[in-house]
Each structure stands twice: as C-alpha cells, then as structure tokens.
C-alpha cells in the first residue's frame, strides 16, 4: 500500500517573508510547507517567533520565540490529525549558549510528557537575524 502524502499550509518565500526584518530582499522563489504528512509520518518544517500567518513574535525574547514556535507545532500537528504525543524527534537551534535555560523551560511546558528524542545546537546564525532559535520536528501520527 503507498501511503498518501499531504501538504499542509504551503507557501511561497517571497509572500511569507516580511519586508524589514533584516534579511536582504529574497531573490529566491521557493514553494515549502510548514508540514507534511506521508501516511503517519509527519515533517514540520522548522518553527521560530513567526506565527503562522507571518508575524514575528519575541523580539530579542528566546523564550517568547521558544512558546510561539512550540504553539505552531501544535498547531500544525492537530491541523494534520496529530497531537503533541505524537512527536518522535525534535532539534532545537539556538544562536546562543546562554538561551538553554531560557528555552527549554518553555519546551519542557510544551512537551510535559511527551518525552520526545531531542538532540541541542548552538549554531552562529538563522535565517534571519532577529531569529534566536528554532525548533524542527518530527512525529509519527498514532494509528485510531
């Protein structure tokens, strides 16, 4: 049986990315999704302070960042028929030691039981530079 692959919120860069967040003007014109489902696999792409219709959340704030892109996770699982119990894996990117315990606070309230793989880096930049970390998951959507 070949398993059915959905694409859930798909976007193009040049409509997504506001003008003025520090990031040069995007030449590039890509098409994503913020998720995909093939069967009960799940991919999202990787969440930071943008909500899903493209606001930036948290300024200079790793921990409202952290809560905005965990929120998006949710979000996007439920949009696909998954919940936060279903992540598998998560990696967590952070532009700075010093925000570890800032952020994972705030991911230990979100994933409270879900204990998921997790693996850490601190990395020299994202993105954009207003971007102080980002969260990639994935997760197997349980069967009903």
């Known amino acids: 049986m070949t398993a059915t692959t959905t694409r859930f919120r798909t976007f193009k860069t040049e409509q997504f990315y506001p003008a003025g967040m520090g990031a040069p003007e995007h030449h590039v014109q890509n098409e994503f999704s913020m998720a995909v489902r093939s069967g009960r696999r799940m991919f999202l792409r990787g969440q930071t302070g943008f909500d899903l219709d493209g606001n930036f959340h948290g300024l200079d704030n ?3 960042q952290t809560r905005q892109a965990c929120r998006n996770v949710k979000q996007l699982l439920e949009e696909a028929g ?3 119990q279903d992540v598998c894996k998560i990696t967590v990117y952070l532009t700075e030691r010093e925000y570890r315990s ?3 606070a705030v991911i230990a309230e979100h994933f409270q039981g879900v204990f998921p793989c997790s693996t850490g880096l601190i990395v020299e930049g994202l993105a954009l530079p207003e971007l102080l970390m980002e969260i990639d998951v994935e997760a197997v959507i349980r069967e009903v």
């Open 62 to 64: 790793v921990a409202e």
């Open 82 to 84: 998954g919940s936060m």
């Open 102 to 104: 800032e952020a994972y």
